[in-house]
C-alpha cells in the first residue's frame, strides 16, 4: 500500500503560476492548487514509500525557484 | 455607506476613523477583548468575535453592508471574510501581509475587489517624507507605474516652457497642472510652467529619473528613484 502526503509550499513570488507548474510536473505529485491564506500551494502526492515523499520534497520542491518553505503531512488512513 | 471593518488593530482602527470623519456609518469586528475594549471607548460600535465566521459578520449587519474590509493581521481569517462578505453582496478589501501576494490574490481570488498592503502604503509616505519638497509619490498604479506630483523649483530646466514644449519620456504623460496658488486642473498645451507651479506626472518606475530631471533638476537626482523596487 502506498503513502498520500499533503505539503504545504510558502513561496516569496507572484509568479504562482510558474511554481504550480513545476510542482506539478514532479514525478508522485498527484494535485497541486494555488490556495488563499498563509501558504501559497498545497500539493499532493501519491508515491509508494514515506522516503518517497522525502525525496519530492527535499530533491524536489524545495529546489524550485520561488518556494521558501514546506511543511509536509503524511496522511494517516 | 455601511461599512464593517474586521481587526480593530492599527490598520483596521485608523481606517474606521478616517470613514466615520467622512460621516460614514462603521461597525468594527474584533475577537480581542482589550482591543475592542478600546475601540468602544473612542465611540465605535465594536462586535466581539471572529470575523471570518458568518453568525459574527451576520451581526456586524454584513446583510446590509455595503463593503467590508477585512484588515487584521490574520491572512487566512481576512480571506474567509471576504468569502462570506462576497456571498452577501457587499464589496471586499482584504490586507495582506507580503507584497508578493498583491498579484496572486489579484488574479485568483475572484471574491476580492481590492487588495491592501499597509507597508506600501507607509513606504510611500515615508519615501515622500526623505525626498522632501519638490517631488512627491501619490499613489503606486500598478506594479510598475507612479502617480508623483511635482513642483516646480526655479532650479528646473522647464521654468518657463509651456507644457507643449515639454518633451516628457514616452511611458510618461501630465495629468494635471495647477498654478502655484491654484488647485490643480486639466493641462493646456498652453500653461506656462513657473517656480511654485505643481505638475502631476503619471510615469513608469524606469522613467521617473528621467522626469526628475527635466521638472525638477538636479536637485534630489542623487535620491533613490521614487519607489523603484
Same mark, same amino acid.
Given at each position: 500500500?502506498?503513502? &498520500?502526503?499533503?505539503?504545504?509550499?510558502?513561496?516569496?513570488? *507572484?509568479?504562482?503560476?510558474?511554481?504550480?507548474?513545476?510542482?506539478?510536473?514532479?514525478?508522485?505529485?498527484?494535485?497541486?492548487? $494555488?490556495?488563499?491564506?498563509?501558504?501559497?500551494? $498545497?500539493?499532493?502526492?501519491?508515491?509508494?514509500?514515506?522516503?518517497?515523499?522525502?525525496?519530492?520534497?527535499? *530533491?524536489?520542491?524545495?529546489? $524550485? *525557484?520561488?518556494?521558501? &518553505? &514546506?511543511?509536509?503531512?503524511?496522511?494517516?488512513? | 455607506?455601511?461599512?464593517?471593518?474586521?481587526?480593530?488593530?492599527?490598520?483596521?482602527?485608523?481606517?474606521?476613523?478616517?470613514?466615520?470623519?467622512?460621516?460614514?456609518?462603521?461597525?468594527?469586528?474584533?475577537?480581542?477583548?482589550?482591543?475592542?475594549?478600546?475601540?468602544?471607548?473612542?465611540?465605535?460600535?465594536?462586535?466581539?468575535?471572529?470575523?471570518?465566521?458568518?453568525?459574527?459578520?451576520?451581526?456586524?449587519?454584513?446583510?446590509?453592508?455595503?463593503?467590508?474590509?477585512?484588515?487584521?493581521?490574520?491572512?487566512?481569517?481576512?480571506?474567509?471574510?471576504?468569502?462570506?462578505?462576497?456571498?452577501?453582496?457587499?464589496?471586499?478589501?482584504?490586507? !495582506?501581509?507580503?507584497?508578493?501576494?498583491?498579484?496572486?490574490?489579484?488574479?485568483?481570488?475572484?471574491?476580492?475587489?481590492?487588495?491592501?498592503?499597509?507597508?506600501?502604503?507607509?513606504? !510611500?509616505?515615508?519615501?515622500?517624507?526623505?525626498?522632501?519638497?519638490?517631488?512627491?509619490?501619490?499613489?503606486?498604479?500598478?506594479?510598475?507605474?507612479?502617480?508623483?506630483?511635482?513642483? !516646480?523649483?526655479?532650479?528646473?530646466?522647464?521654468?518657463?516652457?509651456?507644457?507643449?514644449?515639454?518633451?516628457?519620456?514616452?511611458?510618461?504623460? !501630465?495629468?494635471?497642472?495647477?498654478?502655484?496658488?491654484?488647485?490643480?486642473?486639466?493641462?493646456?498645451?498652453?500653461?506656462?510652467?513657473?517656480?511654485?507651479?505643481?505638475?502631476?506626472?503619471?510615469?513608469?518606475?524606469?522613467?521617473?529619473?528621467?522626469?526628475?530631471?527635466?521638472?525638477?533638476?538636479?536637485?534630489?537626482?542623487?535620491?533613490?528613484?521614487?519607489?523603484?523596487?
Amino acid at each position: 500500500m502506498g503513502v &498520500t502526503a499533503y505539503i504545504l509550499v510558502k513561496s516569496n513570488t *507572484s509568479e504562482a503560476d510558474r511554481v504550480k507548474d513545476e510542482i506539478e510536473a514532479l514525478d508522485g505529485v498527484t494535485d497541486a492548487n $494555488i490556495v488563499a491564506g498563509d501558504v501559497d500551494f $498545497i500539493a499532493k502526492v501519491a508515491v509508494e514509500t514515506p522516503g518517497a515523499v522525502k525525496d519530492i520534497v527535499a *530533491s524536489g520542491i524545495q529546489t $524550485i *525557484s520561488g518556494v521558501e &518553505t &514546506t511543511q509536509t503531512y503524511i496522511a494517516m488512513e | 455607506m455601511r461599512f464593517i471593518i474586521i481587526g480593530a488593530g492599527r490598520v483596521g482602527l485608523r481606517t474606521a476613523r478616517v470613514l466615520r470623519q467622512e460621516g460614514h456609518e462603521v461597525t468594527l469586528v474584533e475577537r480581542d477583548a482589550e482591543k475592542a475594549d478600546r475601540a468602544r471607548g473612542l465611540t465605535f460600535e465594536v462586535v466581539d468575535g471572529d470575523g471570518s465566521r458568518e453568525s459574527v459578520l451576520q451581526d456586524a449587519g454584513v446583510a446590509d453592508a455595503d463593503a467590508v474590509g477585512a484588515l487584521t493581521g490574520d491572512l487566512n481569517a481576512n480571506f474567509a471574510a471576504c468569502l462570506i462578505a462576497k456571498h452577501h453582496g457587499c464589496r471586499t478589501v482584504m490586507r !495582506i501581509d507580503e507584497d508578493y501576494r498583491e498579484e496572486i490574490y489579484q488574479q485568483y481570488a475572484d471574491e476580492v475587489d481590492e487588495i491592501v498592503y499597509p507597508e506600501r502604503l507607509g513606504a !510611500i509616505g515615508a519615501k515622500n517624507a526623505l525626498l522632501g519638497g519638490s517631488i512627491q509619490a501619490i499613489a503606486d498604479v500598478a506594479q510598475s507605474l507612479q502617480i508623483v506630483l511635482i513642483t !516646480i523649483t526655479d532650479g528646473s530646466p522647464m521654468k518657463g516652457y509651456t507644457l507643449s514644449e515639454v518633451a516628457l519620456p514616452s511611458d510618461s504623460r !501630465i495629468l494635471a497642472f495647477g498654478k502655484a496658488n491654484d488647485p490643480l486642473g486639466i493641462p493646456l498645451p498652453d500653461d506656462s510652467l513657473e517656480a511654485g507651479d505643481r505638475v502631476a506626472v503619471l510615469a513608469e518606475f524606469s522613467e521617473l529619473t528621467e522626469v526628475r530631471q527635466l521638472l525638477v533638476g538636479d536637485e534630489s537626482a542623487a535620491a533613490a528613484v521614487a519607489g523603484g523596487e
